[in-house]
Protein backbone atom coordinates (compact mmCIF):
# COMPACT_ATOMS: atom_id res chain seq x y z
CA UNK A 1 0.00 0.00 0.00
CA UNK A 2 1.45 3.37 -1.06
CA UNK A 3 1.45 6.28 2.01
CA UNK A 4 0.03 9.26 1.97
CA UNK A 5 2.69 12.26 1.28
CA UNK A 6 3.09 15.72 1.39
CA UNK A 7 5.10 18.02 -0.66
CA UNK A 8 5.55 21.86 0.31
CA UNK A 9 6.15 25.23 -1.72
CA UNK A 10 5.63 29.13 -1.16
CA UNK A 11 5.90 32.13 -3.21
CA UNK A 12 6.20 35.90 -2.78
CA UNK A 13 3.10 37.89 -4.32
CA UNK A 14 1.96 41.42 -4.86
CA UNK A 15 -1.66 42.34 -3.28
CA UNK A 16 -2.98 42.35 -6.46
CA UNK A 17 -5.63 39.59 -8.04
CA UNK A 18 -3.24 39.05 -10.69
CA UNK A 19 0.06 38.56 -8.78
CA UNK A 20 -1.69 36.07 -6.52
CA UNK A 21 -3.08 34.22 -9.14
CA UNK A 22 -0.16 33.92 -11.10
CA UNK A 23 2.20 33.43 -8.22
CA UNK A 24 -0.56 30.70 -6.95
CA UNK A 25 -0.35 28.52 -10.28
CA UNK A 26 3.11 29.12 -10.74
CA UNK A 27 4.18 27.46 -7.61
CA UNK A 28 1.60 24.66 -7.96
CA UNK A 29 2.52 24.28 -11.44
CA UNK A 30 5.99 23.91 -10.15
CA UNK A 31 5.35 21.29 -7.80
CA UNK A 32 3.21 19.46 -10.03
CA UNK A 33 6.28 19.35 -13.07
CA UNK A 34 8.91 18.88 -10.76
CA UNK A 35 7.54 15.81 -9.10
CA UNK A 36 5.77 14.61 -12.24
CA UNK A 37 2.26 14.25 -10.19
CA UNK A 38 -0.66 12.75 -11.39
CA UNK A 39 -4.17 13.92 -11.00
CA UNK A 40 -5.44 10.83 -9.35
CA UNK A 41 -2.64 10.96 -6.90
CA UNK A 42 -4.00 14.07 -4.76
CA UNK A 43 -5.69 14.23 -1.95
CA UNK A 44 -5.67 17.93 -0.71
CA UNK A 45 -4.08 21.40 -1.57
CA UNK A 46 -3.85 23.80 1.05
CA UNK A 47 -2.84 27.27 1.11
CA UNK A 48 -1.94 29.94 3.60
CA UNK A 49 -0.95 33.30 3.18
CA UNK A 50 -0.03 36.50 5.14
CA UNK A 51 -2.35 38.80 6.15
CA UNK A 52 -0.61 41.52 3.58
CA UNK A 53 -2.40 39.41 1.08
CA UNK A 54 -6.55 39.97 1.27
CA UNK A 55 -7.32 40.50 -2.48
CA UNK A 56 -8.21 36.89 -3.25
CA UNK A 57 -7.94 33.76 -2.09
CA UNK A 58 -5.27 31.12 -3.43
CA UNK A 59 -7.89 28.54 -4.06
CA UNK A 60 -9.74 30.65 -5.82
CA UNK A 61 -6.84 31.81 -7.63
CA UNK A 62 -5.69 28.24 -8.52
CA UNK A 63 -9.59 27.07 -9.86
CA UNK A 64 -9.20 30.78 -12.04
CA UNK A 65 -6.01 29.89 -13.42
CA UNK A 66 -6.86 26.20 -14.11
CA UNK A 67 -5.95 26.86 -18.14
CA UNK A 68 -2.05 27.52 -16.96
CA UNK A 69 -1.86 24.00 -15.34
CA UNK A 70 -1.13 20.56 -16.58
CA UNK A 71 -4.67 19.61 -15.83
CA UNK A 72 -7.87 20.83 -14.04
CA UNK A 73 -7.39 20.41 -10.45
CA UNK A 74 -10.94 21.22 -9.71
CA UNK A 75 -11.82 17.85 -8.03
CA UNK A 76 -9.29 18.38 -5.91
CA UNK A 77 -10.62 19.65 -2.28
CA UNK A 78 -8.66 23.32 -1.56
CA UNK A 79 -8.30 25.10 1.58
CA UNK A 80 -6.99 28.22 2.44
CA UNK A 81 -6.60 29.62 5.94
CA UNK A 82 -4.36 33.13 7.14
CA UNK A 83 -0.77 32.07 8.13
CA UNK A 84 0.11 33.01 11.76
CA UNK A 85 1.23 36.83 11.97
CA UNK A 86 4.98 36.29 12.98
CA UNK A 87 6.73 39.56 14.24
CA UNK A 88 9.78 40.07 11.73
CA UNK A 89 8.45 37.29 9.63
CA UNK A 90 8.38 37.45 5.85
CA UNK A 91 5.86 39.39 4.38
CA UNK A 92 3.53 38.62 1.22
CA UNK A 93 3.32 35.10 1.24
CA UNK A 94 1.89 31.78 -0.14
CA UNK A 95 2.43 29.07 1.20
CA UNK A 96 1.04 25.27 -0.74
CA UNK A 97 0.76 21.90 0.99
CA UNK A 98 -0.06 19.26 -1.44
CA UNK A 99 -0.84 16.06 -0.22
CA UNK A 100 -1.39 12.75 -1.98
CA UNK A 101 0.02 9.22 -2.84
CA UNK A 102 3.23 10.21 -4.47
CA UNK A 103 5.69 7.94 -3.55
CA UNK A 104 8.22 8.33 -0.91
CA UNK A 105 8.65 11.77 0.83
CA UNK A 106 12.29 11.68 0.54
CA UNK A 107 12.20 11.93 -2.94
CA UNK A 108 10.12 15.09 -3.16
CA UNK A 109 10.97 18.07 -4.57
CA UNK A 110 9.74 21.28 -3.09
CA UNK A 111 9.66 24.71 -4.85
CA UNK A 112 10.43 27.85 -2.71
CA UNK A 113 10.32 30.49 -5.45
CA UNK A 114 11.40 34.09 -5.89
CA UNK A 115 11.37 36.11 -2.15
CA UNK A 116 10.34 32.54 -0.74
CA UNK A 117 13.72 30.99 -0.99
CA UNK A 118 14.70 32.72 1.97
CA UNK A 119 12.51 30.69 4.04
CA UNK A 120 13.63 26.99 3.44
CA UNK A 121 18.01 27.67 2.09
CA UNK A 122 17.98 23.97 2.96
CA UNK A 123 15.68 23.01 0.03
CA UNK A 124 16.37 25.49 -2.56
CA UNK A 125 19.58 24.78 -5.38
Same mark, same amino acid.
Given at each position: MER *???VRGAVTAENT???? $?SQTVRVVKEIIEANNLKL?? =?VTIQFSLTKDLDVL???TALRLGKDDLPYDLSSVPLFCTQEAYIQGGLEKVI?? *?ITGYF?? $??SLK =???LDGAK???TDLVK
Open positions: *LSAKESI $QED =FNPARV *LGE $QK =FAYVLR
